[in-house]
T-cell receptor, first 115, second 114 residues
Framework: ETGVTQSPTHLIKTRGQQVTLRCSSQ?????VSWYQQALGQGPQFIFQ???????GRGNFPPRFSGLQFPNYSSELNVNALELDDSALYLC??????????????FGEGSRLTVL | AQSVTQLDSQVPVFEEAPVELRCNYS??????LFWYVQYPNQGLQLLLK??????LVESINGFEAEFNKSQTSFHLRKPSVHISDTAEYFC????????????FGKGTRLHILP
C-alpha cells in the first residue's frame, strides 16, 4: 500500500511568483484535503477535493486554487505569492466524505519559503 | 463555527512521569474527535479517535483520551512518558454528520526531560 507523497519537499520563491505543489493520494482514497501549517501553528484547512470537484473550502483567498485528477492525485496552486504564504503545506487523503471514519492520512509536506 | 482550544503550547515533563494534554472544543452537535501526533520533520499521524461508543479511547503506544460531552473536552493522557514521545500533539474535531473538514488546534509541544 502506497502512502501519501508530496513534491517538492522544499522550495523557495519570491513575492509575486506562482507555485504548484503536488500530491499523490493513498491507494484506495478518492478524497484529498490541503492544509497550511505556519510555523508554530496547527494546520489550517485550505480546501478539499472529492471526485475532481471542490468539496469545501476554508478561509483562503481565490489565489489559492486546486485540481484533482482522475487518478485522485491533486495539485495546489498559489498565485501572487506573499511573504505570509511561507509555511508547510500538507496534503491528506481519506476515504470518501460520508464514510464517517474521519481519519486523514498525511504526507510529509512541502515547505514553501517566500522571500 | 467549530473551534479547538489547546490550552498549553508547551508541556515539559520528566521521563516516566504522567502527562495530560488538554483539549476543549466548541460545538453543539455531535462530533468526531481526534488526536494527531507530529514527530520532528514528519507529517501528522493519527494517534487515536473518538467516533461513538465508549468515551475512553486508547492508542497502541499507551496514550488514552476521554470524551467528556458536558465539559466539551477530549484530554490526552499517558501514565508514563518516554523520550520517544517527544513530538507536537494536535487535537482535532469534525462534525459527526459529515467529515469534509477537520479543524485542528494550535498544538501542544511535549518536551520530555531526562
Amino acid at each position: 500500500e502506497t502512502g501519501v507523497t508530496q513534491s517538492p519537499t522544499h522550495l523557495i520563491k519570491t513575492r509575486g511568483q506562482q507555485v504548484t505543489l503536488r500530491c499523490s493520494s493513498q491507494s484506495g482514497h478518492n478524497t484529498v484535503s490541503w492544509y497550511q501549517q505556519a510555523l508554530g501553528q496547527g494546520p489550517q484547512f485550505i480546501f478539499q477535493y472529492y471526485r475532481e470537484e471542490e468539496n469545501g473550502r476554508g478561509n483562503f483567498p481565490p489565489r489559492f486554487s486546486g485540481l484533482q485528477f482522475p487518478n485522485y492525485s491533486s495539485e495546489l496552486n498559489v498565485n501572487a505569492l506573499e511573504l505570509d504564504d511561507s509555511a508547510l503545506y500538507l496534503c491528506a487523503s481519506s476515504l470518501s466524505p460520508g464514510a464517517n471514519t474521519g481519519e486523514l492520512f498525511f504526507g510529509e509536506g512541502s515547505r514553501l519559503t517566500v522571500l | 463555527a467549530q473551534s479547538v482550544t489547546q490550552l498549553d503550547s508547551q508541556v515539559p515533563v520528566f521521563e516516566e512521569a504522567p502527562v495530560e494534554l488538554r483539549c476543549n472544543y466548541s460545538s453543539s452537535v455531535s462530533v468526531y474527535l481526534f488526536w494527531y501526533v507530529q514527530y520532528p520533520n514528519q507529517g501528522l499521524q493519527l494517534l487515536l479517535k473518538y467516533l461513538s461508543g465508549s468515551t475512553l479511547v486508547e492508542s497502541i503506544n499507551g496514550f488514552e483520551a476521554e470524551f467528556n460531552k458536558s465539559q466539551t473536552s477530549f484530554h490526552l493522557r499517558k501514565p508514563s512518558v518516554h523520550i520517544s514521545d517527544t513530538a507536537e500533539y494536535f487535537c482535532a474535531v469534525t462534525p459527526g454528520d459529515r467529515d469534509d473538514k477537520i479543524i485542528f488546534g494550535k498544538g501542544t509541544r511535549l518536551h520530555i526531560l531526562p
